[in-house]
């Protein structure tokens, strides 16, 4: 399955990877891989839709994330995130 | 040009947002941290200058020197992260149609920051403070609150605006 989507940045937690008002251009395919480091957008089940970097990945494929940015909002409040939350991973960014 | 082509293209089509906010969405923004972070730097940029005036420092006035560049510089930074969270989080297009130079001025106040955190001069704080309070006549302008100017009730004693929430 490919899915590519693109999302329009809203706020700094990012930078400065990206910031506000970019775009990204996110997608799945067929063996794509989430790894630490990659940025991936995610349906969060709190916080809706939102951008930022794998942090750390668990035994069962949960992931943790954390944004660029120092004021981002933290690992501990976003908590681990199931896989299957994943919009795509970040492939393109169009800068503002 | 990329960027604006998809900003066509967005419009056409409306693509989702994707969140990199720094916290959960609360809606509550006020500049008055800013203004108190602006008007600490100017303080203690005061407070090291006075220090200077000393011919010899003792170990304690090195001491607190120390601790006096230290939030001067804490502060100068608050001041940018206030100021880039309302800038970034709360300004939208009406707010920037209302006041279009508001990104320039947002600009300056970081550069002035940076200033401040480098420097030790009194009027780049004085002007971090005037900038600031541009800031937040106009944050306060586009929430239709009447604002005013008065001397703070403390040192450093400058020009603060202030809202007229009654």
Known sequence: MFRLKIHRVSGHSMCPTMTHNDYVVCGLWPGYRISVGCVVVVAHPILHVIVKRVKCI?????????????CSTSTDTMGWVDAHHVIGRVIFRISA | MLHSLTSKLDKLCGFD???AHCDIPCKIYDPSGAQVAALSVLRFVDLINELAD????????HAQLSRLVREKEIHAKKVKD???VIWGDYFKQPQFDTFPDISKLVHNILLTGSACKQHIARDKAET???LVNQFAAAFWTTKGVETYTATCPYPPSEQVIYPKLN
């Open chain 1, 58 to 70: 668990d035994n069962i494929g949960r992931l943790a994330l954390s944004g660029d940015h120092i």
């Open chain 2, 17 to 19: 947002s994707a969140s």
């Open chain 2, 54 to 61: 000393k011919t010899q420092l003792s170990v304690a006035d």
């Open chain 2, 82 to 84: 206030e100021i880039v």
């Open chain 2, 128 to 130: 971090l403070l005037q």
